[in-house]
Structure formats: C-alpha cells, structure tokens
C-alpha cells in the first residue's frame, strides 16, 4: 500500500510556471511508475505525464509535451510536473498516481493508487 501526496497547486496567472510535487509514503517511490493526471471541470480526467519505475523514458500528452516535464527523484520519494507556459485551459484538478506494473502507462486503469489533486487554477 502507497500513498501519495501532492502539493503545489494554487493560484498562478497565465504564463506563468509551477511545480508539482508527489511524495510516497508507505513504500519506497522507486518501486512504482507514477503518471500524472488532470481534471477540469465539467471534463474527464485526462492524461498529462508518466514516468516509469526505472526512471528511464517519459511519455506526455502530446498537447503538453514541451511545455510540461515530469521528473523523479527516488531519494526523496518523490515525483515532480513541471509546468510552464501555463494558459486558463490548464485550470484543473492534477492528481499523481502510481502503479506497480512494468513500462509506460496513459490510462485510468492502469494506476492502482491516486492521490488528492491539487487544484491549479490559472487566470488570463
């Protein structure tokens, strides 16, 4: 059993940068690949970011990739989103989520454990 909490969400204003934070608690990070995931209102949770156990190869949204950049520091049991360039359309709920399974992994149900979400709201 894991569980995860982020922190970092709030209040920016569009064009500016933010990182999130998601730290294990329970077993060790290392032993998980973790994604990130999002959710705006009135909308399905999507797919943002993963980052496999090995902490090899990383796989985005292809509407994200270069402005988002997902990272990992087994050490401190924790996974990082970097967010810049932020726009209103990246308001959302952004939950991080862990899974015990080998190779990359962009949907729901391929993540055994979710954390909170922090709310990250950008303004125009």
């Known amino acids: 059993q894991v569980q995860l909490v982020e922190s970092g969400g709030g209040w920016v204003r569009a064009g500016d940068s933010r990182r999130l934070s998601c730290e294990a608690a329970?077993?060790?990070?290392?032993?998980?690949?973790v994604g990130w995931f999002r959710q705006a209102p009135g909308k399905e949770r999507e797919f943002v970011a993963t980052?496999?156990?090995?902490?090899?190869?990383?796989y985005y949204a292809d509407s994200l990739k270069g402005r988002f950049t997902i990272s990992r520091d087994n050490a401190k049991n924790s996974v990082y989103l970097q967010m810049n360039s932020l726009n209103p359309e990246d308001t959302a709920v952004y939950y991080c989520a862990a899974r015990t399974a080998r190779g990359l992994a962009t949907r729901r149900s391929e993540y055994d454990y979710w954390g909170q979400g922090p709310q990250v709201t950008v303004s125009s």
């Open positions: 980052i496999p156990w090995s902490g090899g190869s990383t």
């Open positions: 329970g077993r060790t990070c290392s032993s998980y690949g």
